[in-house]
């Protein structure tokens, strides 16, 4: 036994060593424009070097998980700044993004840790800037890590659980946010909210998940409410005041604009669903404060 641990331990050191010597070096050297970008890297790097571990720590985990899925979403959006996307980085440090390839391709590692094999497949996507893939790899990880329940100090029934601290419930059993509440990240899998929100003072995310309907969400969102990429067949239940934006795309069997918010105070994006929708329909159905997007060609101009 004594033996075993010892010879996990020099392979531990040998992963370290050579991400260590290659790819973390490139990455804290001096990089031109994209330094946000490089900044996800470096935590997509952080989780490989964490699985080499014995015993991982799955906060430490959890936090890098949480900076790669917003980059992610932005990047999908083109909601990031002209001087941090993939494109501008990969003009101005090329060399150093395709060295990095190399040695992810290189990276020694256990054949036999799912963990490690999914950590170096999305860190060579994130690289090439296959973001798709990457996503695939980066929800493998986050399943993974979600499964350890050693994350968990509470179950199912308890706010805690989905990372909800600073709440109160209301006497009609529905419960208040004063911050945003983010299923996205927590379970990729999920087909119900958990809780009958009523006010949630910041952002509200389920999207990228099972869901199809809106039973349960708040009734009002001061921050956005983003329920993309879902298979809803129905908006009855949605908010009915959203403060800022208001995503609700790639819903392939939603075809009816009934239960629509009836005030957004940002920009719409309703494109990719079962219909195209007729923007004057929304603006007959809802105040809108900002513009209204139905089609992809709109978004990716």
Known sequence: MK??????????????????????????????????????????????????????????????????????????????????????????NGEKIDKMIYFWKKQPHDDNNDLQLASIKMNINLLKGDF????????????????????????????????????????????????????YFMFSNFNSIPFKFGTVNGNFDCSHGFLTSLEGVPKIVKGFFDCSRNNLTTLVGSPRIIGNTFYCYGNPELTKLKGFPRKVGNNIYAYECGAVFDENEIMKRCDVGGDIFVTGQEVFQ
């Not at 992610?72 to 083109?78: D, F, T």
Request: glycine letters at 4%; a negative charge.
């Open 132 to 183: 798709n893939l990457a996503y695939v790899y980066f929800n493998m990880i986050k399943n993974m890590i979600m499964v350890n329940e050693k994350y968990y100090e509470y179950n199912r029934s308890e706010p805690e659980y989905y990372n909800i601290t600073n709440y109160k419930w209301n006497e009609d059993g529905t419960l208040d946010v004063d911050g945003n509440v983010k299923l």
């Open 3 to 92: 033996l075993l641990k010892e010879y996990k331990k020099l392979l531990e050191n040998e992963y370290f060593d050579f991400q260590n010597s290659n790819q973390e070096k490139i990455i804290h050297s001096g990089w031109d424009y994209g330094n946000y970008f490089r900044h996800v890297l470096e935590g997509a790097g952080d989780i490989f070097r964490e699985s080499t571990k014995e015993q991982y720590d799955v906060g430490y985990i959890m936090e890098k998980i949480r900076r790669i899925q917003e980059f992610l979403k932005k990047e999908i959006r083109r909601e990031i700044h002209p001087d941090d996307t993939y494109e501008t980085c990969y003009k101005h």
